[in-house]
Structures are given as structure tokens and as C-alpha cells.
């Protein structure tokens, strides 16, 4: 065999060998799993017309229209979870690690190990979806509006209102942090990141359509988005079996959510985007800050506006309204007396962590509200 020919078969040779070592390494990259995007899309109509994919949902059989006239009723009452337990999933499916996260702070965060949890948000929102997906043993810290029995023994991380405390979360050796934007100081968050702890962003909107994605993006950062799909299709149907709970046949009742810290002087009115809007959409009122044309979630209020809006329900947060001494102190206000609830004295009360948390107790929650409202 001449040199020339062993040249070329140990040329072709060679590039074979590279041709293989390149398809490896495309196999490779495409088996690699992609970041988990911890700012996923909400998803309209979620429960209510569409499912967690968005697509259509077979029209529900409506409940039948209550003996009494809800136009007619009067007096307060107070909406409560006939469970106020964590349901958790069936699924056990170990947490796939590491995973790669786009935060939606901007940040790429990989989590490596979710031994020692800190889910914290205003809301209790993330405790909530933590402790659902069966990975509550490993929660090491909590915020102040985690309410549920289950918490109750962590040691809270938020000991001075909603603010977070940098010391007391690393005396707790987290191995990722859960939050949004709804908590902070931004300074803490620093700190964190620079002890070298893995701190994830989530959306901070609490409304129904956000429920899906929120929880797929809790299971996907900690490595179980099995039990992510067990608890969605879970929700969805607890959901949707207590929108049926909303009367039909009668004219909507007007309601309108405050928010109210009277020990602060805060006095808020719900708008769109609110959250409270989605809630009282799903137990069949007009929420009046939307029908009156208020263009943001939260707006001063005003005796104006509550004239305007003529609501018949008015809807609180329980702690709201012993700030202002209970429903005699809250018929106070500038404008209510003005109202058909003022008149009526139709207040309805709900725990503060219960009310806007839109976790996956969201469904207890929806059903809770409309007997409050229809059959207190």
C-alpha cells in the first residue's frame, strides 16, 4: 500500500471520527433540558372557560337560582374555608436536579438542591404552592402571610411586618429562596445572592388566569414538575366546581373590594387587575371598580367614587376591618352610608391570607365567598 493511500484512508479516518464526536455533542446539547421560565404567561380564562392549556372547556351546567333574592338580604357575615388544610399531590416524584431557571428579575439561576426551602411573597402565595406539591418537610422559613396549620411552627422570616430579614434567612442555611416583588427591601435580596444563596423571581400578580402558570413555574424551578401537572388539573377542577355555586336567574349583585388598614390611614378601592376583580367575577358580581372605569388595581378611595359605584356587597379583608373597629367603624367612611351595602350593612369579611392569595386552595376559597354572599 502506497503512502499516498494510507494518507487518505487515515484522513477519512479522521474525519469520521469528528463527524461522530459533533453528532454526539448535538445529541448532547439537545438532550439538554431548557431553563425553566419562572415568568410564564397566565393563561385567560383559566377554570372558568379555558383549561390550564387554554383550551375551550365544555359550557358547565349552571346551579339554579337561590330561594332567597340576594338583593334582598341583609347584615355582614364572614366568609370561611370549610378546610383551611393543605391538600398535598399524590405524586412523589423525586425533584430532578440541578435545574436552570430564568428568574423573572432577569437573573439565570440554577437550583441544585431543595433540601431547605424559603418560599416568602405578600401573599403566602408561594408557602402555599410549596406545601401543595408535597415539599413542605423541606420549608425551613416562613413569611407573616402564611397562615395555614402546617406552617404555623416555621420560623418566620418577615419579623418586622412584610419585610424580609437577611439574617434571619441565612440562620437558616436556605438552599433557594423563593419570592417576587411584592416583598422586599431590594437590599436583602442583594445579600442573599451575594452569601451565594439561589434567590428565584416570580410573577407577583394574584389573579385567576396566573394560577396555572405560577404553579408550573414553582414545580419546574424545584425539579417535580410531575406533581406541577397533578396539582394544576387539581385546582382547575376544585375551581370549577365552585364557580357552579353562583346563583343565576337574578340580576349580578354589585360588590366592591376594599382595602382598608385604618391603623395606617390606608383606604383603597379594587379595579381591574386587582385581583379581587377575578374573584368576585368567578362568584357572579360586577365588580364595581371596573364598571365604574377606575384604570388600575388599587386607586385612594374616594365618597365619590363609592356613590358612583353603588355597591350592595362590599368585600374585606378580616384584619381591614378590625383596624377600623369592626362594621360599625367601617360604615363611617365618607360615602358608604350612601350605598345600598351601607344601608344594608352587607359587609362580608374574609381571612387576609385566604382572600387574594390565589393559591391552589383558590377553589375553597370561591366557595367560601359565595355562601358568604348568597346564604349567610
Known amino acids: 500500500m502506497t503512502l499516498v493511500a494510507r494518507t487518505s484512508r487515515t484522513a477519512i479516518l479522521v474525519v469520521l471520527l469528528l463527524l461522530v464526536a459533533v453528532g454526539c455533542a448535538s445529541n448532547a446539547v439537545a438532550e439538554q433540558p431548557a431553563a425553566v421560565d419562572a415568568c410564564r404567561p397566565p393563561v385567560k380564562g383559566f377554570a372558568v372557560t379555558t383549561d390550564a392549556d387554554g383550551k375551550q372547556l365544555?359550557?358547565?351546567t349552571k346551579a339554579p337560582a337561590t330561594s332567597a333574592d340576594p338583593h334582598t338580604l341583609t347584615g355582614p357575615a364572614t366568609a370561611t374555608l370549610t378546610d383551611h388544610a393543605i391538600h398535598t399531590v399524590t405524586s412523589a416524584a423525586a425533584p430532578k436536579l440541578p435545574v436552570d431557571v430564568k428568574s423573572c428579575d432577569g437573573k439565570q439561576v440554577q437550583v441544585k438542591d431543595v433540601s431547605r426551602i424559603i418560599p416568602v411573597d405578600l401573599y403566602g402565595t408561594l408557602s402555599e404552592i410549596v406545601f401543595s406539591l408535597g415539599l413542605g418537610d423541606k420549608v425551613v422559613g416562613r413569611d407573616t402571610s402564611t397562615g395555614f396549620p402546617e406552617a404555623a411552627k416555621l420560623p418566620k422570616v418577615t419579623p418586622s411586618a412584610h419585610d424580609l430579614n437577611a439574617e434571619a434567612i441565612l440562620s437558616l442555611d436556605p438552599t433557594v429562596v423563593l419570592t417576587d416583588k411584592s416583598i422586599g427591601p431590594p437590599e436583602v435580596i442583594e445579600q442573599l445572592r451575594a452569601?451565594?444563596?439561589?434567590?428565584?423571581f416570580f410573577s407577583d400578580a394574584r389573579?385567576?388566569?396566573?394560577?396555572?402558570?405560577?404553579?408550573?413555574?414553582?414545580?419546574?424551578?424545584?425539579?417535580v414538575p410531575e406533581r406541577g401537572e397533578e396539582l394544576v388539573k387539581r385546582t382547575s377542577t376544585e375551581i370549577s366546581s365552585?364557580?357552579?355555586?353562583?346563583?343565576?336567574?337574578?340580576?349580578?349583585?354589585?360588590m366592591t373590594f376594599l382595602y382598608i388598614r385604618g391603623t395606617a390611614g390606608v383606604y383603597?378601592?379594587?379595579g381591574p387587575g386587582s385581583g379581587a376583580d377575578a374573584m368576585i367575577e368567578a362568584i357572579g358580581g360586577i365588580d364595581t371598580g371596573t364598571d365604574i372605569g377606575l384604570d388600575k388595581s388599587f386607586v385612594p378611595l374616594t365618597s365619590e367614587a363609592l356613590i358612583r359605584a353603588q355597591p350592595e356587597v362590599i368585600i374585606v379583608m378580616t384584619e381591614g376591618l378590625?383596624?377600623?373597629k369592626g362594621v360599625d367603624g367601617l360604615l363611617k367612611l365618607p360615602g358608604l352610608g350612601q350605598t345600598p351595602a351601607g344601608q344594608h350593612r352587607r359587609i362580608i369579611d374574609m381571612n387576609?391570607?385566604?382572600?387574594?392569595?390565589?393559591?391552589?386552595?383558590?377553589?375553597r376559597t370561591v366557595a367560601a365567598l359565595a355562601k358568604a354572599v348568597y346564604t349567610p
Open 58 to 60: 365544555p359550557r358547565a
Open 195 to 200: 452569601s451565594g444563596v439561589p434567590v428565584i
Open 207 to 223: 389573579t385567576m388566569d396566573g394560577m396555572p402558570s405560577q404553579i408550573r413555574a414553582v414545580a419546574g424551578a424545584l425539579g
Open 242 to 254: 365552585a364557580l357552579a355555586l353562583a346563583p343565576t336567574g337574578e340580576k349580578p349583585l354589585r
Open 268 to 270: 383603597l378601592m379594587s
Open 322 to 324: 378590625k383596624s377600623v
Open 352 to 363: 387576609d391570607t385566604e382572600l387574594l392569595g390565589f393559591g391552589p386552595r383558590t377553589g
